[in-house]
């Protein structure tokens, strides 16, 4: 076990770093700068802020420097919002998307799995066909699509729901909605898929064989073994919607940091760009890590080599 933990961290330090070097060199090959606007700054004005950030530095200078700082934990100064660091940015918005992804996981999985097992012991039945039905159309629509329909329904023509912030719990109703409408659909057809195969396994036939009742049939030896395929997708699941949709917090203005990685993306803000994309990657590696850690504590018979 130590071994293998071992192995992966070093993993994923090297896959970091990857990420890290990827990102900083593909910045510099978008055409234009960060301080590029409709009203051009002057030649002098460029000179001063290019040399305050130290982006006057030769690229190879840059790269080191960057990288440097990122062995400190330093991501750098934001180059729009004058005065903040990417730390502090990260720091601030990361909590809100947190909350916000983690509910709609929650929701997500304990939604999701019983459809999935339901669907399962009803095969080629209406409801599991119901089931099938809502699923694909959960894993087809894009969540842009599910909140503009939201907002449409429920904040203009019904007038319930408000449209922007965290101010109360309504205010979490359509994002959550839209957060957690497209991993409930596919945690519930792999559930599904997962399902179907492990009740035509032997041992499945050998506990109906010997009496078992069909809660332990279920829960002891069907979920149990059914449930290792859900719990290996929450790792990258729980990376990417606990950092938040970047178009449902754009469209419910939720400040978080999905909404921070678009506006900086349009403003060029290059270490916003380069911290956020670092941030996720180490996070989705962290789950992926740690998931599978947890599914040999589920599934004994996974060799963790």
Not at 130 to 139: A, E, K, N, P, Y
Request: proline letters at 5%.
């Amino acid at each position: 076990m130590v071994k293998y933990i071992l192995k992966r961290v070093i993993m994923a330090i090297v896959t970091i770093y990857l990420v890290a070097t990827i990102t900083f060199f593909t910045m510099y090959l978008v055409p234009g700068g960060p301080f590029l606007s409709e009203k051009a700054p002057s030649q002098a004005t460029l000179d001063a802020l290019n040399a305050k950030y130290s982006l006057d530095k030769p690229v190879i200078v840059q790269y080191k420097n960057y990288l440097l700082n990122l062995l400190k934990g330093d991501l750098g100064p934001s180059l729009k919002q004058r005065g903040r660091t990417v730390n502090d940015i990260i720091a601030t918005g990361f909590p809100v998307s947190a909350r916000v992804g983690g509910i709609a996981i929650i929701i997500a999985f304990f939604i999701g799995v019983p459809m999935g097992c339901i669907a399962a012991f009803h095969r080629r039945k209406w409801l599991d066909n119901t089931i099938i039905l809502i699923s694909s159309m959960g894993v087809a629509i894009p969540s842009f699509v599910i909140s503009t329909v939201l907002m449409y329904i429920f904040s203009v023509k019904l007038g319930w729901l408000p449209t922007y912030g965290l101010a109360s719990y309504k205010n979490y109703i359509m994002p959550l909605i839209a957060l957690s409408f497209y991993p409930t659909a596919y945690i519930t057809r792999l559930m599904r898929s997962s399902m179907l195969d492990v009740m035509g396994q032997d041992y499945m036939r050998t506990a109906r064989a010997k009496g078992l009742r069909q809660s332990v049939i279920i829960f002891k030896h069907a979920l149990r073994n059914a449930i290792t395929p859900v719990v290996t997708y929450l790792g990258p699941l729980l990376a990417y919607t606990l950092t938040g949709s970047f178009a449902v917090e754009k469209i419910f203005t939720i400040p978080g940091i999905g909404r921070e990685f678009i506006s900086s993306t349009i403003n060029r803000d290059y270490p916003m760009i380069m911290g956020l994309t670092v941030f996720l990657a180490a996070l989705i590696i962290i789950m992926n890590m740690a998931v599978d850690i947890i599914n040999k504590f589920i599934d004994p018979r996974i060799q963790l080599k």
